[in-house]
């Protein structure tokens, strides 16, 4: 890969949210600030190798798009007194510093994502669209999260866009009797933007740490926003629960390592607490736990355990249960009967996962086929485990997930005919 080609992936893994919300905010439009931006990635790719990498390639990124924004608007005679204004003004800041635009607000991004999950749209569609600008995923990998065709992911996204623009939703926070109503779509969004980070769907890497930071900060802003939601603190609790392993999940060489195999001494201790402070917050109001504070829960039990073989899985079963009745899911299922394996044996497990075979869940997903191949290798059914993980191995989109994969299967040895 090219340095300029490098630099720009990098400036919009790690920048491109504040980058979608600063022209999103310039312009008003959501979708039209994805479209300026494309612009300005295309400009660097003919402009940088000749001039040289910016210092701050997000604030070139983002004058560019502005200029083009300007450019435009001058080109409509109605609206050319008031952004003739507003480009004189720019240009006395880029002559000043040419970089100074780049002073993201804390809240821009988080402001996106209320916007993005505005009622107007549905709940799925606000859960691709904030992927798709916020979270700088592509349409496959939110294909791959959500379980859904590319096809289906980006129409939409598209008919989101253009249902904001046609209802002339502002970029501005919502009113605080708003702000509860978009509250749910809020922090689904947000976690499923952490779930990415914490476990990338696709490339060759095994966590983006950026992305799952962006989105514990993303909480972190939402609960000085909104301190009488238990639900919101239980997000932050499970998402530092969760961040707490980072730096023990993956070896030198980037390879993942799993739960059993961590180094629970690099454990973000830290961390640990502030998640534990956090769900004690949720608890506190009063409202009993929800979704994400049984998740965090879950969480919890692992963070405070001195080993795997020391894990209260008998009451990790019980949360499970309990978060199954509450928000019914494949996924809750499938960890139940992990959880299951660990407290009663794989054989009860097992059962647990052959019904969501039978019930035709996670189709296309690596989950179930992981899942199912390590119960059937702790039972010695050497075969059956081997071409469970093999085709778990060819379902994932992710390579050093493919690789731990298609490593414990070749350990098991050729097949018996």
């Known amino acids: 890969m090219t340095t300029v080609q490098s630099t720009l992936d990098v400036t919009w893994r790690i920048e491109g949210a504040h980058i979608i919300a600063a022209l999103a905010r310039f312009t008003g439009d959501i979708g039209r600030a994805e479209d300026l931006a494309s612009d300005a990635s295309v400009e660097a790719l003919s402009t940088w190798p000749d001039a040289g990498v910016p210092r701050n390639a997000a604030a070139w990124l983002t004058a560019v798009a502005k200029r083009r ?18 480009a004189h003004d720019l240009d ?47 349409t496959t990998e939110i294909g791959r999260m959500l379980l859904a065709p590319v096809a289906t992911v980006q129409a939409r996204i598209t008919r989101a866009k253009r249902t904001l623009s046609e209802a002339r939703v502002p970029f501005e926070s919502p009113d605080p009797g708003e702000l509860r109503a978009r509250l749910g779509g809020v922090l689904s ?11 990338a769907t696709s490339g060759d890497t095994w ?53 059993a195999d961590q180094n629970r001494a690099r454990w973000d201790h830290a961390q640990i607490r502030r998640g534990s402070a956090a769900l004690a917050r949720a608890d506190a109001l009063g409202h009993g736990r929800g ?10 039990c692992h963070a405070v355990a001195p080993s795997v073989e020391a894990t209260d899985w008998e009451r990790i079963v019980v949360l499970y249960e309990a978060l199954g009745r509450l928000a019914p899911n494949p996924i809750v299922d499938l960890n139940r009967a992990v959880a299951v394996s660990k407290a009663t044996g794989p054989a009860s497990a097992l059962r647990i996962v052959d019904e969501l075979v039978a019930a035709g869940a996670l189709k ?44 414990k299967a070749q350990r098991l040895g050729p097949a018996h005919s």
């Open 69 to 86: 924004a300007i450019d435009a608007w001058r080109r409509d005679a109605r609206l050319a007194e008031r952004y003739a204004a507003m």
């Open 189 to 199: 969004v947000v976690y499923l933007i952490f779930t990415e980070g914490y476990a």
């Open 207 to 259: 966590m983006r740490t950026d992305l799952a930071r962006e989105a514990l900060r993303l909480g972190r802003i939402l609960s000085g926003l909104m301190p009488r939601e238990p639900e919101v603190f239980a997000l932050v609790a499970l998402m530092e629960f969760q961040a707490s392993r980072f730096a023990a999940r993956t070896d030198a060489a980037g390879q993942p390592i799993l739960l």
């Open 92 to 138: 006395e800041a880029e002559r000043r510093d040419p970089t100074a635009e780049w002073e993201p607000v804390d809240d821009d991004v988080l402001r996106l994502v209320f916007i993005a999950c505005h009622p107007v749209l549905s709940r799925e569609s606000q859960v691709a669209l904030t992927l798709r600008v916020v979270g700088g995923l592509t």
């Open 364 to 407: 296309g997903s690596h989950l179930l086929p992981s899942v199912r191949g390590e119960l059937l290798l702790q039972l010695g059914r050497h075969d059956e485990a081997r071409a469970e993980l093999e085709r778990a191995a060819s379902l994932t989109g992710n390579e050093r997930e493919a690789e731990v994969l298609r490593g």
């Open 291 to 300: 979704a994400y504070a049984l998740q965090a829960a879950i969480a919890e």
